[in-house]
């Protein structure tokens, strides 16, 4: 294992401890609204720092791009850190056992390492540039589906843009139609995993934030897949309009969002 991605398991494992830890005494858990329909907790902020100090500790001239605190560190050094310390808060408040802990460390602005951890399940998703995508130390691999018919695909619901909710529907109900079935379950790091482990066949969402997909994306990469926005472009890191699949089932998904596509979805 990479030196740095063996470092971010470490942080990733530490916040883990704490979110679990957490899941016991959830009636003690301090939750704050930052928006609409948008929580935080007491217990993102200790996770959040239990990754910092340890990546801190291993590099402390790295920067950082957090969730919850924001940028910290050196803002000027070529590495660069993002982290999600706990994707899937609502699921977490909630008692429901499906949320992650997502790091990516990001040089010169490409992702080079990916560590995405389910606590509840003790499942490890990781990634090295160049190197492939790993689960629980097995090598992964996207599905090979050749279009939407029999296919699983995830999905996540606009619920802090709601005025998107009607292209939303339309794109849903037309993909629904071809697929088996659709997914959706409260995480985007873990939906990204799933498409990289071949749990699912792809995934989109409108709106997702850069710090819960930087690490996903390149699990998906690494797993022989790719990522886009919505008119096939690479412009979803700034507007969150996310599609990941085999190139085929990404082509199959892009086909039933372009007849919807309002101006604002086509950034």
């Known amino acids: 294992m990479h030196p740095m991605l063996n470092i971010a398991v470490r942080a990733a494992r530490s916040a883990g401890k704490i979110i679990m830890h957490a899941t016991e005494q959830l009636d003690k858990v301090q939750v ?6 948008d929580f935080v907790t007491n217990v993102d902020q200790e996770a959040e720092r239990a990754i910092i100090e340890v990546i801190a500790k291993a590099y402390p001239n790295h920067g950082f791009i957090c969730q919850e605190s924001g940028k910290s560190g050196n803002p000027d050094s070529e590495f660069q850190w993002i982290i999600d310390p706990l994707d899937g808060t609502t699921n977490f408040i909630k008692g429901i056992p499906h949320f992650s802990v997502s790091i990516a460390l990001q040089v010169n602005g490409k992702t080079e390492q990916a560590v995405v951890l389910d606590p509840s399940r003790d499942e490890l998703f990781t990634a090295t540039k160049g190197a ?3 689960f629980n130390n097995y090598r992964t691999r996207a599905t090979k589906a050749k279009d939407l018919k029999g296919t699983i695909i995830a999905t996540g619901f606009p619920f802090k843009t709601k005025h998107y909710k009607d292209s939303y529907l339309a794109i849903f109900s037309d993909m629904f139609d071809d697929t088996a079935d659709m997914r959706r379950s409260g995480s985007v790091a ?9 749990r699912v066949d792809g995934f989109w969402e409108i709106g997702a934030k850069p710090w819960e997909t930087a690490a996903g994306e390149l699990l998906v990469k690494e797993s022989g897949a790719i990522v886009t926005d919505f008119t096939g472009g690479h412009g979803y890191v700034a507007s969150g309009n996310i599609v990941a699949g085999n190139p085929k089932i990404v082509k199959a998904i892009l086909s039933k969002i372009r007849p919807h596509l309002t101006p604002a979805l086509s950034r």
């Open 32 to 37: 704050e609204q930052k928006g609409s329909n």
């Open 132 to 134: 492939g995508c790993q």
């Open 190 to 198: 873990l939906d990204l995993a799933y498409v990289a482990a071949g």
